[in-house]
């Protein structure tokens, strides 16, 4: 079992940056890759990022490539998403999940979701 808590999330102008934390609790952390994804009013959930156990490989949606860092600090326990030069189409609930071995990138891989932070964009 493992408990994540998704923060950061908040209103930001257009051009703007905000950093997303996801906090685990429960099994080993670092055992773990980590994903971030997306979830806009009446659209479907989506990849944004993953980062391979041990931090060595990421890997990013076209939509946020080079706008987007996913980052892991293993002895905290925690998994960030820094964005930058934000846009409104990037407003959304944003989960942190979990993935001990599913495909990266689709939603089934994913273990444990956090509970969602929304971040909202203003133009």
């Known amino acids: 079992q493992v408990l994540l808590e998704d923060s950061g999330g908040g209103l930001v102008q257009a051009g703007g940056s905000l950093r997303l934390s996801c906090a685990a609790s429960?099994?080993?952390?670092?055992?773990?890759?980590m994903g971030w994804f997306r979830q806009a009013p009446g659209k479907e959930r989506e990849f944004v990022a993953d980062i391979s156990w041990g931090g060595a490989y990421t890997y990013y949606a076209d939509s946020v490539k080079g706008r987007f860092t996913i980052s892991r600090d293993d002895a905290k326990n925690t998994a960030y998403l820094q964005m930058s030069s934000l846009k409104p189409e990037d407003t959304a609930v944003y989960y942190c999940?979990?993935?001990?071995?599913?495909?990266?990138?689709?939603?089934?891989?994913?273990?444990?979701w956090g509970q969602g932070t929304q971040v909202t964009v203003s133009s």
């Open positions: 429960g099994r080993i952390f670092n055992s773990y890759s």
């Open positions: 999940a979990t993935r001990s071995g599913g495909f990266r990138g689709t939603i089934t891989g994913y273990d444990y």
